[in-house]
C-alpha cells in the first residue's frame, strides 16, 4: 500500500497538506473540524462524509470517534462530525498512520495526492449568513437593562452578548490563522470546523465544558472574572474586585448545583485560581470527580445536559436569565457559547465552550462575545471588556 510517507515527498508539510484537505472538504461541501487541544502539540482533522443530528439525551460516550458542535439554544439540534477520515500532525509532519481509521485515511489520501494541484489557498464560499448585530449604545442599553432586571429580583447574573464584523485582510490564510492561534494560544482549544448550511468557525476557546479522561476521570470548571493579561503580570497577586469575584462564585454554585440534583457530593475542587486566556486573565476554579469511585460511568452525558448553557455564558437562574436574552438580546447566537470538541478520540472526551470565536462569512468575519452582570456592574466596562475579548481572535486575523 502507498503510505503517506512513501508519497508525501514533494507535499511534505503540514500546510500543503492541510490546504489540499481544507480544499477539498469545503469544495464538495464535506463537513471537516481541525483542532488542537490546549498544552498539546498534536493537530487533528476529521472529515465526514456526512454530518448527523444528534437524538435529545443521547449519551455521548456511545458515539463513535467525532466532533460534536452545538448551539448555544438547547432546543436546537446538536450537531456530530462522525471521524470518517481521520488525520494527526506532530511537528509539522502528518505522523505514521496507527489506527485502522488513521490507515484508510492516509490511503485515501495518497490516493488523493496523486491528482491534487498543491499551493493553493482555502477558498470560502459566501453562502452563510449571520443576523449581525449589537452596535455599542445597544449593548449598554443591554447591559443597563440587565442591571436593572437584577435589582428588580429576576436573576442574579446575567451574561449579554454582542458582535461585531470585520472585513478579513484579503490574504487572509485559514491554515496560517489557525497555526498562529496554536503558537500565541497555548491554553486554548484551537478549532475550525466548517459544516454545510451552518458555516465555517474559527475559535480560541479556554474554558473547559466537559472532559472524560479514559472513561475513569471527569472533569470541569467554573470560569469567570476577566482583566486585560499584562506581560509580567504577578499571577497570585491579581487585584480582582468584590463584583468579579461574585461573578465567579456564582458559576461555582451553579457547577456545584448541578452536582446537587444527581446528588453527587465526591468531587473535587480547587481554586479560584488567576489563570492566562491569551491576552486575558481570569478566575477559575477545577472540579474533578472520579468515575469509577463514585459508579457513574455516564458522568459527562449527565453533566453535559445539566451544565449547558452554564452561568459563565447565559445566567443564574438559568431558565429567568436565558428568558432574558431570549427577549432582549436582539440577535442570534447561532453556535456562540454553544459547545464543541471532539468526542472518543484516542478514548478521550474534550468538550470546549465555543468562546473567543468567529463565523466567516464571505471576505468578512463575525466575531462575538459577551459579559457576565451583576448588580455591581458598570454598562460601558462590560463593553470594554467585549472589546478586549473580541482581541483575542482580531490580534491575530488583521
Ligand atoms: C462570555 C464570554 O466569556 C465568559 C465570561 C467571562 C466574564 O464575564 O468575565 C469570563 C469567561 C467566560 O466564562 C465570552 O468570551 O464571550
Redesign the pocket.
Known sequence: MNTVTSVSAEISSETEILNLLLNHALENDLPIAFWRLPNTSTRYLIISQEYRSLEKNSPIEELPAGFMFAPFDRDRTTLFLPADFIFRFENNVLTSPETPAEIASAAWLSQKFRTWPVGKRVYFKGNTTSSAAGNGTDFIQLVQKGVAAIEAGKFEKI?P?RTKLVDLPDDFDIVKAFENLCSKYTNALISFVSIPNTGSWLGAT??VLVTVEDKTIFKTVA????MPYQEGMNLRSVAWTQK?IE?QAL?ERYVISCFKKIRLREYDEHGPKTIV?GNLV?LKSDFTVDMKATNFPLLGSVMLQLLHPTA??CGMPLESSMDFLKAHEGYDREF??GYLGPVNVDNNIHLF?N??CMKMLDGKALL?????VTIDSVAEKEWE??EV?FNTLLNVIL
Open positions: 451574561v452578548s479556554p474554558e470560569l469567570a472574572g476577566t468579579e461573578e458559576v486566556a481570569h459563565a455564558v456562540y457559547a465552550v468562546l473567543r462575538f462575545a459577551g459579559a457576565g471588556e467585549t475579548k
